[in-house]
């Protein structure tokens, strides 16, 4: 339940996408992760500080996005949230004496300590590579980033919405932006589907892992 929740803006953010463009689409997903926050205040009192983080990222680079009318700010935005938790779960190997997985998960699994500052490095990996694994599809994957720059290079203009080529170009300018918005649709699903499929793929991973190093519960045995 706490993934669907924590993919809910994602989730808004593709479908606002689809209909409107990536300027509402980033709008979209502002307002909805603010609700979240709002909404966890609201019913505990008390935000904790990673979607508090992840909201002000989302504002910043959301924001760079709408005011200079430029996406890549914000698919920028996952892959600096995957590296700062990856910070942050390496930071907690430093401070204090136990890692942060173990600080997490500590009170309903028992397993030896080392397992946990392995499955807490593996968290480690997982935000880093997702993080790679962003960039590679906006500058590589996807070649958003080029064509993005040859239709800018092409028409003159810097503020180009790529929901609206048939309404701003014709000839070889609107297969330029058709081009674009192709690509730019690719980084989108991925930002869904990818990273969405990554991060179960990994829990799984991670339940097999855990499962092989729990220690057994001891039984109780009734007489017959």
């Not at 935005?77 to 136990?98: C, D, H």
Request: proline share 3%.
């Amino acid at each position: 339940m706490k993934l669907l929740v924590d993919f809910f803006p994602i989730l808004l953010f593709f479908a606002a996408y689809k209909l409107e463009g990536i300027y509402v689409a980033t709008g979209v997903a502002i307002a909805a992760s603010a609700v979240l926050v709002g909404w966890s205040w609201i019913r505990r009192r008390r935000v904790e500080t990673m979607p508090l983080v992840t909201l002000g990222l989302l504002v910043l680079f959301g924001g760079l996005t709408l005011a200079l009318r430029d996406p890549i700010f914000v698919m920028w935005k996952p892959t600096i949230v995957n590296w700062l938790f990856a910070a942050v779960f390496l930071g907690s190997q430093l401070i204090g004496n136990r890692p942060l997985i173990e600080r997490m998960m500590g009170n309903a699994i028992e397993i030896p300590a080392a397992v946990w500052l392995r499955l807490n490095m593996m968290w480690i990996g997982f935000f880093i590579v997702t993080g790679l694994v962003n960039l590679f599809v906006v500058y590589v994957g996807s070649g958003f980033f080029g064509a993005r720059e040859a239709l800018i290079l092409a028409s003159g203009l810097q503020d180009v919405d790529l929901s609206a080529c048939a309404e701003r170009f014709g000839g070889d300018l609107l297969s330029l932006c058709n081009d674009a918005q192709a690509r730019e649709d690719v980084w989108v699903n991925f930002k869904l589907f990818g990273m969405m499929g990554m991060t179960i793929v990994f829990v799984i991973a991670q339940a097999v892992y855990l499962s092989r190093h729990m220690k057994d519960q001891p039984s109780t045995l009734e007489a017959d």
